[in-house]
C-alpha cells in the first residue's frame, strides 16, 4: 500500500488544530502597569513578577501516562518507515490505536483529550488533532486490521501455506507484535508469551482443519452431483 502522503498530509495539516489562541503579552504593553502608578519622582517602579502559572493544564491521567516513554526522541518519520516495512499501520495509527484503547469510559473514546495532548502522549507525533482526525486514523487502522485478517485467513485456509509455513508466517508476525507492545511498555513474561505463542497456534490448527474438512465436502458435494 502506498498512502504514506496521505498520512503525512493528516501529520502536518488537516490534523492540527487551530493554534491561533495565544494568551502570551503583547511585549509592548509589559509595561502599562508600572507606567500608571505612582513614580515616587520619576524613578521608575520596580518589575512585579507575573504570579506564578498553574502546575499544569494538562489532565493529570495524561501526565502519567506513560505508554511511548522508550520513543522519546523518535522522529514520526523513522517511526513509520519502520512500520510500513513490517505491518499494513502508520505511525499515526499505530498511536491513535492504542490511545484510543487506553483512553476508553463507558461513554466511548475520549477523541478530544486524545487530539488536544496528542504531542504530551506519544513523543513522535508532533500535532494536536481534531477529534474528526482521531476517528478517521481510529477507523483507518480498524480497516486495514480486518483486511489483513481476511487475506491471512484465507491464505491459512486455501492450503497455500503448508503447515511448516504457516507456522513461520505466525513466529513472524507474533515478534513484530510483541515488539510493539514492548515499545508502548507492555512488560509480558516468558509464561505469557509462551501461552499467548500456543493460543494462537491451537487457532490456527483448527482454522486448517476446518478448511480441509470444508474442502473434503465440497469433493463429494461435487462427486454425487455427477
Known sequence: MNDDGADAGL???????DGSDSDERDPANAGDAADT????????????????????DVPEDVR???????????QYERVNEFLRDR????????AIARLCSDFRT??????TK??????????????TYTPQAVNQARASFEEKVRMAG???????????????????VMYESTEVAKFLLEVEGVDLSVEEELEAEERISTVMREVREASE???EQEIDSDSDAE
Not at 11 to 17: L, M
Not at 37 to 56: L, Q, T
Open 37 to 56: 502608578g505612582d513614580s515616587g519622582g520619576g524613578d521608575p517602579m520596580p518589575n512585579v513578577p507575573d504570579p506564578k502559572p498553574e502546575e499544569s
Open 114 to 127: 486524545i487530539g488536544e495532548n496528542l504531542p504530551e502522549l506519544v513523543p513522535f507525533m508532533t500535532d
Open 213 to 215: 474438512e470444508l474442502r
Open 87 to 94: 505491518t499494513y499501520i502508520t505511525a499515526r495509527e499505530w
Open 11 to 17: 501529520e502536518a495539516e488537516d490534523a492540527r488544530t
Open 150 to 168: 481476511a487475506t491471512f485467513l484465507y491464505g491459512a485456509m486455501c492450503d497455500f501455506f503448508t503447515a511448516e509455513e504457516l507456522d513461520d
Open 64 to 74: 502519567k501516562y506513560a505508554r511511548f516513554k522508550k520513543m522519546d526522541g523518535a
Open 106 to 111: 463507558e461513554t466511548g473514546v475520549e477523541m
